[in-house]
């Protein structure tokens, strides 16, 4: 669909419904006996066009890429599947702050590539401890995939990282978590009856959940 702009005097969370509208996304499900799942590409190309039309300058995901991306005839393109989110966000010229404790993302991202995205910086450090101490630009964008499900106490950690997010989101923003698909064992899971309390409204669900608030 065609990219909005401010200027079209559309409020975030007009541009969202409509954004998100126009794609047919799965609900929550337990996928776990299924050969299928949903590839995150779709929503995360929507987010996309979401920060570019809404002009927003800064991005801060925690969990970055996992796995790099390959050339076809000279193009890069990336692999539908997870833990790639970090390349979609630096195609949107943002200020974009990828989190996460294991040092092999720093070569993954090169290898991928990441040279060309000056805008794009690495923190090699806990998710919540880089949330805690942000002294950053208010957050436009944030987007919660850091703590795998099954490992220890990862929906309250998410829950944690969002709490320390609070206040440094923009007022008008737009908060992701990946894997909503996991019935009753989302990452964001305890997250999202606190993002109703503060005022977000979900516009999308399935495989990521996106929240916006403005």
Known sequence: MPVLSKEDNMSLLQAAQLEFMSHRFTVRYDWSNSEERTYPHAYLESICNLIKS???KTVVEIGSIRFPYYETDGLRHPKREDGQALWYWAQTGARVHSVDI???VLGVWKESGGENYP???QHIMDGLEFLSTYSGPPIDFLYLDGWDVGSPEYQKRHLDAYELA??????SCMIAIDDDDFVSESKGELVYPRLISNGFVNVAKGRVSVWVRG
């Open 166 to 171: 609070q206040v440094n989101l923009a007022d």
């Open 102 to 104: 294991n040092e092999g």
């Open 54 to 56: 809404q002009n927003m």
């Open 119 to 121: 805008h794009v910086s």
